[in-house]
């Protein structure tokens, strides 16, 4: 392996985006037959790399050489000529057409000049689909198969495209465990057969388990390059995550009382009905701040969901104040006095078409002062508006202007102002400061903090592990739809990256209290 | 991965943004509801668009007036004087004023329908609705409004009257409510559902008061007809002579119509959720609002003004019910959605919307039309010429937030600096 030239080399790769730096002179080779990792957090630069050798970026500095051969791609096609493949996490299927023919769409074998050879389609995607141990029926439905057997009709659509180069962007995150593992058997074989594949991951294990070498991105820049055997999941939770000074949010120890929001061995499925919730239980009392930290897609949406009732559990219990709220459904959650701060403020926290006035009545619409009897009334919608959008400090508009008029930091302030606002006696706040910049996190973060000082019960659920220490009184780790460990707020980063990446040590587990 | 295929490389890699995203999306509308649409459209125009979209359509439409060989002025002028308009010049005198006035209060006729089953059209369209079934719900309220006033001869009048006009409206939101219901308890469309309703409603209408029909005139066995209505369920006319057709007071009640339907929007909790359902059903779900209530309740409302469209006409002019009425004359209700698109989907735009279809089918009727400028039989297709245009150019909202989409992107490429731009070949 050595000794060869690389299949691909980029050498200093550096890209700029308005006000950031997605990646700074990047080095990254990769080996004939290799599974090369590339491991980093959400915007470590991981995708932006990749869509650079793609050819759907240019990079602004840097090159890549390709068996040795500098190339300069200005799109995708040419990539593809090229011999390189993508496997997107998003997949680009034609549903209605057969699997053999979404292979070969685009490049169909044809017959006596016009006609498409259905036949000799359907038996080249069978052999390769029997080479590469692909176990999937060329002629089936694409919409009549399992998402793991979708993935790898993409797979053979780059190989039958004479790809010698496999990307996979977070391939695992749509997948189950089990076909994950038939993945990584797949992806064994098209080593043998001497493919070389970058595979992207924020995920620790999977990384340890099928690549070669590992390269951990941070902030746009590569930390090491390591071979796989002899890494461990702590070094690379370290060098991944790094030890960045955090900014401390001002607050004084928590004075917890009551419970106020249960949850009971809480299982719920996702929209796909996999088991995403396998029996989580955890309280967070009045007066405290709860974070639950854990890498995106562990169930952390399907418990906000079965918490705040836009999702009907499968099993088990959530109370609210000792009242069993399970299966209530919204409008009753709200009126129990559960906020919700979304995590996709502008699908679920706003309407955007909707005035500022509008949106923070959203709620309280159909009650006194608002309305009476079915009718609203406006001035009073309109006064409340007011006094909110002073008190929240609120930019951009009046009461009448519409919501999507305003920036991303001021349209949380309005759902934050809507949801504080109504009192509640438990605040469910998911991601809330994604997308904001500096200023607008420290408010977000304050009022969170004022609400707890105030005695109500905050789950803050969170996939920046520095909002999660900085915030939290107690953290809790949520991995494949359990809580694997309760926290002090005093663990050190490294400690919670490898318990959020299934890594855990169990003596370093509290007893919850 | 393919050539022409699913990723066009010359587009903005939208499903590939950067990880590290430098400018949050604020301002992408992620697959707008056709509510949220119209909104945009709302803003981008004002009340430019729809008088555009109108005018365009007439233009269009002269110059096929200008292809048979007819002057298009002349041709309008006559239309405008068919629909009676006329009459709001006071320099028109004498036997040309009578016949304004008459021509005038057939229009008022036919607005009455129209206003209704565009509000039919339009409350749905405000909860995030397409509602094509206007037809079954109005044939389904003049069925019911013709049987009720049928029956129960005894009663007073206005009791009567009340009765059928109640019966009609809630026959119609009953016709409604089913596609809607439907749409909220298993997801069925609400278009496919309501077309579905159309001819079930034809069907049903047809066979009630068609030969052999329990509803039909008996003492008539060889005309499909229903019996006609007791005479104290006549509404009475305000405007004309009630019996050459003059104008009753359901002109006053659809008036009245595009009133309930503004306050019930704008000041009312039930019109509230309404409209958030229709721009945002998820974020409506979750601030606690039932979104399959609303689809619900949406169509049954929508339905109750075609319902109720129906009565009107029975107890205004028409007396007795023909079976060409069921099949034909119903399809009046179609016209609403033409009516409903071109007024934007207000009371306001709605009213005037309506004036403009009712004047142009009244003013091209063969009875109206002076033959000398423009043949009448040609005439009504010019009606449907028009109507189909305002549709078409209705319909273009997508071309325009199409142009508008490409604008935007062009902006955000000018506003990268250059050595980042994406290079776009092929």
Redesign the interface.
Known sequence: MEDATPVLELRGIT??????L?NDSVDFDLQRGEIHALLGE???????LM?ILY????P?EGEILLQGRRVSF????EA?EAGI??V?Q?F??IPVMTVAENVV???EPVRGGIFLDERGADKRVADMAKTFNFAVDPEALVEDISVGQQQRV?IM??LY?DADLLILDEPTAVLTPQEASDLFEILRTLRREGISIIFISHKLNEVLEIADRITVLRR?KVVETVPSAGATQKALARAMVGREVLLRVEKRPSAPGEPLLEIQDLHAEDDRELERLRGVSFNVCAGEIVGLAGVDGNGQTELIEAI???RRPIGGRVLVADREVTSD???????EGVG?I?EDR?????????SLA?NL???A??KRPE?RF???L?RRILARARKLIREFDIRGGGPQT?A?AL??GN?QKVVVAREISAEPRVLVAAQPTR?LDVGAIEYVHRRLVQERDEGKAVLLVSLELEEIRSLSDRILVIYEGRIVGEYSSETSEEELGLAMTGGRHAEETEVPA | MTDGGPIPPDIEPGPLPPDAEPVPPEDEEAAPTFAARLAFMQRAGGIAVPIATALLAFAIAGLVVLATGHSPLQTYKAIFDGAGLNWFFPWVHGAARQTAAFNLQETGLLLIPLILTGLAVAFAFRCGLFNIGGQGQYIVGIVTGTQVAVWFQSLPGPVHIFLAVTAATLAGAFWGGIAGFLRAATGAHEVISTIMLNWIAIWVGSYLIGFGGPFQDSSQPGVPVSREIAQNTHLPVFWGSPLLQGLDIGFFVALGMLVVYSVVLRRTTLGFEVRSVGFNPDAARNAGIGVSRNYFLAMAISGAFAGLAGALDILGWQFRLDVTTVQTASQIAFTGIAVALLGRNTAVGTFFSALLFASLINGTSSRNLDPSVFPPELAGNLTRIIQGLVVLFVGADVLVLYIWNIRRKIRRRRAAPPPSTPVLTE
């Open positions: 890209k700029r985006f308005p006000g950031v997605a959400n915007g470590a630069g991981k995708s932006t869509n050819g759907l970026y240019r602004d200005s799109s995708a096609k593809i493949g993508m997107h998003h680009m299927l769409l685009g490049t993409e659509k780059a495209r746009g705040v009732g836009l459904g919204t409008r009753k959650l709200i009126d919700h979304p502008q699908k679920l926290g706003l309407v955007l078409d909707f509008e009545a959203l709620h619409y159909r309305s079915g009718w609203l406006p519409r999507a920036s991303g349209q997308g």
